[in-house]
């Protein structure tokens, strides 16, 4: 048996133990063995990354912008190729896992011109003879930990910037996906990735929570509101800047004047597609009066259009679920809602599509209320519900009313509400007449109350995090 291997400083390392993948969409597919780094090598990977920092800031801006560059072109010329894995090893279809890859690459080229293009501000002092100068400089070393939802883009928006403006970065994926963070990591080497600059430890959550945040200078977290609580109580005990991407309950309005099939759409995607699985898909359906029964008829009726299968079979318009656990707490939430009054209208059935794997036809529920737990908790899954509205003020005040932040979406042919309705939402992203999910790669990404905490991801934002500002007073 083989087992890949971390890459600390430079150096390929076994771990202390290994983790098997398998493939979601059939799990008698072993996608590879990896090697866990325990807490120990984690430390490990936090030392060689800051004895690495220092020279890594010292190099040109264009030294850093090359790797990231060739990194960004590697990638597009091997979509295909890696996008299989990434389905294979997270169920995603083949159109979802290219695109990933695609997304990937061009998130290194994004920052590839950025570390050309930061800088900072010459400003006139308030007093006489003085010129104020604000530079930025690198935060130093950056944990990074992802989930397995997006395995490559979350990481790149991450490690990208982080590497763009003089960072030095040790990165822990799930254990969900550790071939995909491999094969990135096998990419950045070929393409002039200087030993300990980027470390890479597959390794169980529980031993990288203290490894990581004590030695590092900031940590940028994507995953679970449990799981992020949690770290930024560390990171903040040791006084490491801290940056949280958590879950959401993303609301989808859809008022009378909708233009009913971009609606149904709408739904279908930020509610089904990549099974749910994403922390920007609409789960609460928020409909009002008029439009309502129509609405979920034709929903209905798309939702029974959509094959449901293996990731990489022909014509797949929804893989497997990422594992067992995932499949029993979605089934789970079918049960609570009928526990509650909630009706099931559609799907809900897991089911063996030919080959072993998670799968579940996507679920909706009505008649339910904003109250139900379903309503409150994130179910991550191809899950959603309808909730009734009389009026668009009834359902933009149900639409805020969630421990959440992240994502909501419109679907309305009125400029006064869908105007409204971006002013007045409470989430980081708007969506009028689009799914929840599907996001561009050069503007900032984050949600508010308990979706995000800290500063912003992505686009010409992520300097913000990953740089400290420096302000010059120069007397002349
Ligand atoms: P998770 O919180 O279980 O795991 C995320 C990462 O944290 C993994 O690498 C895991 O190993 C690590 N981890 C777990 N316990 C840890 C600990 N004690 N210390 C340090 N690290 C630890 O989340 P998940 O199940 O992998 O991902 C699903 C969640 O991610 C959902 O809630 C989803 O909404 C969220 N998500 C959010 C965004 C966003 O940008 N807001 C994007 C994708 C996913």
């Not at 983790?19 to 059939?26: A, C, F, K, L």
């Not at 969900?176 to 980027?198: C, D, H, M, Q, S």
């Not at 560390?234 to 609606?263: C, F, T």
């Not at 909630?342 to 008649?367: D, I, K, N, R």
Request: glycine letters at 10%.
């Amino acid at each position: 048996m083989t087992v890949k291997p971390n890459l600390i400083g430079g150096q390929w390392r076994e771990g202390s133990s290994s983790i098997e993948s398998i493939n979601p969409s059939d799990t008698r597919e072993s996608i590879g063995h990896y090697a866990l780094a325990d807490a120990a090598q984690m430390r490990e990977a936090v030392s060689a990354a800051r004895a690495a920092q220092p020279a890594w800031s010292a190099t040109t801006t264009q030294v850093r912008s090359d790797l990231l560059l060739k990194t960004s072109i590697e990638l597009a010329a091997r979509k295909e190729e890696i996008g299989e894995l990434v389905s294979r090893e997270a169920g995603k279809t083949r159109a979802e896992g290219i695109g990933e890859v695609l997304r990937a690459s061009q998130i290194f080229q994004f920052f590839a011109g950025e570390a050309v293009r930061y800088g900072g501000e010459n400003l006139p002092s308030v007093r006489p003879n003085i010129n104020v100068q604000i530079s930025r400089d690198p935060v130093g070393v950056v944990a990074l930990i992802t989930p397995w939802n997006f395995p490559i883009a979350i990481a790149a928006w991450k490690l990208a910037p982080a590497l763009a403006f003089g960072n030095t970065a040790v990165l822990k994926p799930s254990e969900e996906t550790p071939g995909v963070a491999w094969e990135l990591f096998r990419v950045l080497e070929r393409n002039g990735l200087p030993a300990g600059v980027a470390n890479l430890i597959n390794g169980r959550g529980a031993d990288a929570g203290e490894a990581l945040v004590e030695g590092v200078d900031a940590l940028s977290f994507t995953g679970s509101v449990r799981t992020g609580r949690r770290l930024a109580q560390s990171a903040i005990a040791n006084m490491v800047r801290v940056q949280l991407e958590m879950g959401g309950k993303n609301p989808l309005v859809v008022l009378d004047d909708a233009d009913l099939g971009v609606a149904v759409e709408c739904a279908l995607n930020g509610s089904f597609f990549s099974a749910g699985q994403r922390c920007t898909a609409s789960s609460r359906l928020i409909v009002t009066e008029a439009i309502h029964d129509r609405f979920v008829d034709a929903l209905r009726k798309r939702m029974r259009s959509l094959k449901i299968g293996h990731a990489l079979a022909a014509g797949t318009d929804i893989g497997p679920l990422i594992n067992q656990r995932q499949l029993d707490m979605v089934q789970g939430y079918i049960r609570t809602g009928r526990d509650e009054g909630a009706e099931l209208v559609e799907g809900g059935e897991a089911f063996q599509s030919g080959t072993p794997g998670f799968f579940m036809q996507p679920a909706l529920m009505t008649a339910t209320s904003n109250g139900m737990r379903i309503n409150r908790e994130e179910v991550f899954g191809p899950f959603a519900t309808v909730i009734r509205a009389a009026d668009y003020d009834e359902a933009l005040a149900l639409a805020n009313d969630t421990e959440y932040g992240l994502s909501a979406g419109i679907c309305t042919s009125s400029h006064k509400h869908a105007n409204h309705f971006r002013q007045h939402v409470k989430s980081g992203l708007a969506m009028i007449n689009l799914p929840t999910a599907g996001l561009d790669y050069h503007v900032p990404f984050g949600g508010t109350r308990a979706s995000s905490y800290g500063q912003r991801e992505q686009g010409t934002y992520a300097v913000d995090f990953y740089t400290n500002s420096k302000t010059a007073y120069v007397g002349y």
